[in-house]
């Protein structure tokens, strides 16, 4: 969870915020641009900080890392997203930014715990049953959520389910379960299991 | 990154504990060293794994030592869970999620039994029912603190309106443009009480323009809006939304200055009835008298002659006490309110009436 920072009291938070983002910016030690982005990652949990964290553009910050080589850079900027968007305006952002592709993009790590987050974050991003925006539950995604849902890594295996349960009509999952067999787009599993074969 | 199994009790990435960070910054360093670790709604659960256990036979006083962070649903020892030599892995599970998380940062790393604890969550032990619950939780909790917090941010923008409103229209004029944008940026219209800090702040992620704050607010806006119309809307739409909150200020302000007002009128009604002060205040005295000896209180015979201005204040309940002397004596502790009530603008004459009864009233000068 997040730290208690030794700062100035008459700083605040959001003096502390600016300072951790202007860090980012200016470092260029990759330990240091990972400590920070994890502590970014970690004020994203509490609702508190949120009005602070979109006017230091923060959102912007956490979408841009997700293009790092650095897989922990990208690890921790996913997991940044997926504890702030359940709110509907961090939501909103995402949605408007072009966020979805990036977040997309995630599914193919070989980073276990950015699947997870990237997964968690489609699911918070679209509204139950197939509705709000359909490159959520495009073809590609849902296929790949097929697959998540036959791994043996239980937490993947749990998400991908709910996400075909409740954020996919049957149909959607149907026509997948078909097109899987022919179709050449393989979202490779995350590293941390023998891959599938049908 | 590869984990030993995906079977359940098997040891994953996510239960090893990390080495501390020793690597920063001065400014960011926190009370207790820690890992580099971020913290997701995936990675939290109801499940806590403890690691570290002293072998000896102390499940009964670490369950509960554990429950004293909130209810525990099942626990059990995890025998086929590696473990050093002569300690024990237990798997607690806790009746909600907020209990886990206090219960994981108070113990992990104490000492028991002459053993440190390493204490992790383990959410593969969740069913699909349990991790979907956790999921709706999360958002829930998200919506109702946000909720709140734009009820609280407006309360507390009307109060601080109300104190110094005049300073407010000053600062609502020459910071328009900021003040749009950042409702604009918080599109659930949130106020953004922030604006004192971004005057101080020049830096940006994204702004490379120079460091204004409103200038600043303004390019920001603008990458967020597609064309110039949006931001003339979001314009009207600010003023619309201040001058609805300016004019829920009006009663507000209204009512806090009813004594005053209530001590000006009757002056004004003196002077148009050409009627001597004394009889005014001698006239409320004797109303108020015969109240009190009829025992009950009509609000509006104090007020008949009096405009009220503002909310009326709420009418005390009167409640049978099916008891003669208890009602009586209801019906004078009600009076007496009453009377304390209708005389606060003109303290100094009850006073005077009830200490000194042999003075002649002293007549206070009205402006």
């Known amino acids: ?198 | 990154m590869a984990s030993s199994g995906g079977e359940l009790g098997g040891v994953f990435d996510h239960h090893v504990q990390r080495a501390v960070c020793d690597t920063r910054a001065k400014y960011r360093e926190g009370r207790r060293p820690r890992a580099v670790k971020v913290y997701t709604i995936n990675l939290e659960s109801r499940y806590l794994l403890i690691q570290g256990v002293p072998a000896v036979g102390a499940m009964k006083e670490l369950v509960e030592r554990f429950a004293l962070y909130g209810a525990i649903e099942q626990y059990n020892p995890l025998d086929e869970y590696p473990a050093e030599d002569f300690t024990e892995v237990y798997l607690i599970k806790f009746m909600n999620l907020q209990s886990a998380r206090t219960a994981k940062r108070k113990m992990d790393e104490q000492s028991f039994f002459g053993g440190l604890l390493h204490v992790c969550y383990a959410p593969e032990f969740e069913t699909v029912e349990e991790t979907r619950k956790k999921l709706q939780e999360r958002k829930a909790y998200i919506a109702r603190t946000a909720k709140n917090k734009d009820h609280y941010m407006t309360k507390k923008k009307l109060v601080t309106e109300l104190k110094d409103t005049k300073d407010f229209r000053q600062d609502f004029h020459s910071g328009t443009s900021g003040f749009c944008a950042t409702t604009q940026n918080t599109s659930t219209g949130n106020l953004d009480p922030c604006l004192p800090y971004s005057c101080e702040l020049p830096l940006c992620y994204f702004s490379s323009k120079c460091a204004c704050s409103s200038g600043q607010h303004m390019d920001r806006a603008s990458n967020f809006s597609q064309d110039g119309r949006n931001h003339a809307e979001t314009v009207e739409h600010c003023m619309y939304n201040d001058s609805l909150q300016k004019i829920q200020m009006k009663p507000f302000k209204n009512s806090l200055a009813c004594p005053g007002a209530q001590k000006a009128i009757p002056s004004s009604e003196a002077v148009d009835r050409f009627m001597p002060r004394t009889t005014q205040l001698q006239e409320r005295k004797r109303r108020r008298e015969d109240d009190r000896k009829i025992g009950t209180f009509l609000e509006t015979s104090t007020s008949s002659n009096e405009v009220m201005i503002g909310p009326l204040l709420p009418d005390i309940p009167k409640v049978d006490m099916h008891d003669d002397s208890l009602n009586t004596t209801a019906n004078l502790i009600r009076n007496k309110l009453q009377e304390v009530i209708s005389s606060v603008p003109k303290p100094p004459e009850d006073k005077l009436e009830d200490v000194h009864t042999s003075r002649p009233l002293k007549q206070r000068r009205r402006i």
């Open chain 1, 1 to 198: 969870m997040a730290q208690k920072p030794k700062v100035d009291p008459h700083v605040g938070r959001l003096g502390y915020l600016q300072a951790l983002v202007t860090e980012f910016q200016e470092t260029e030690s990759q330990d240091a641009k990972e400590q920070v982005l994890a502590n970014l990652a970690n004020f994203a949990y509490d609702p508190n900080n949120y009005q602070y964290l979109r006017q230091l553009q923060v959102l912007d910050l956490f979408l841009d890392s997700l293009s790092e080589e650095n897989e922990t850079l990208v690890e921790f900027a996913i997991g940044g997203l997926c504890n702030l968007c359940p709110d509907r305006a961090n939501r909103e952002h995402i949605l408007q930014t072009g966020g979805i592709p990036l977040i997309i993009n995630c599914l193919s790590s070989p980073n276990e715990e950015t699947v997870l987050s990237a997964v968690t974050t489609i699911m918070y991003l679209s509204s139950p049953g197939s509705g709000s925006h359909p490159e959520l539950t495009a073809m590609p995604v849902v296929q790949c959520m097929l697959r998540f849902s036959l791994s043996a890594n239980t937490r993947l295996r749990n998400l991908a389910q709910i996400f075909l349960e409740d954020f996919c009509s049957p149909s959607q999952v149907a026509e997948a379960r078909t097109w899987r067999a022919h179709s050449a787009l393989g979202i490779p599993l995350p590293r941390t299991e023998a891959p599938q074969q049908p």
